[in-house]
């Protein structure tokens, strides 16, 4: 599966932002979806994630209760809602996608998202 994240841009503390990731293949419904994101010279971590039918979610304890993964099987798209953005949130975006129990296999391409203070 492809994957196409987009939504990023540059925010003030205390906003909201709605990041969107767009597949094109087959079986979408089937993988399960992922959030990650990057700061420039450290590495990825994990944001959320979210079973291949919507049923369970999965947060990192440093986004709960501010970041929402959610999914539409219908549309093939994901997406991550994030609410009281601080500073500290600025970094590229990803999603990614697997099936089962395996790795992160696909990627999409990033999103920039910048928290001002």
């Known amino acids: 599966v492809q994957l196409q994240a987009s939504g990023g841009g540059l925010v003030q503390a205390g906003d909201s932002l709605r990041l969107s990731c767009a597949a094109i293949?087959?079986?979408?419904?089937?993988?399960?979806m992922g959030w990650f994101r990057q700061v420039p010279g450290k590495e990825r971590e994990f944001l959320a994630s979210?079973?291949?039918?919507?049923?369970?979610?999965y947060y990192a304890d440093f986004v709960k209760g501010r970041f929402t993964i959610s999914r539409d099987n219908a549309e093939n798209l994901v997406y991550l809602q994030m609410n009281s953005l601080e500073p500290e949130d600025t970094a590229v975006y990803y999603c990614?996608?697997?099936?089962?129990?395996?790795?992160?296999?696909?990627w999409g391409q990033g999103t920039l998202v910048t928290v001002s203070s």
């Open positions: 990614a996608a697997r099936r089962g129990s395996s790795g992160w296999g696909s």
């Open positions: 293949g087959r079986d979408f419904s089937t993988y399960v």
């Open positions: 979210i079973v291949s039918h919507g049923g369970s979610t």
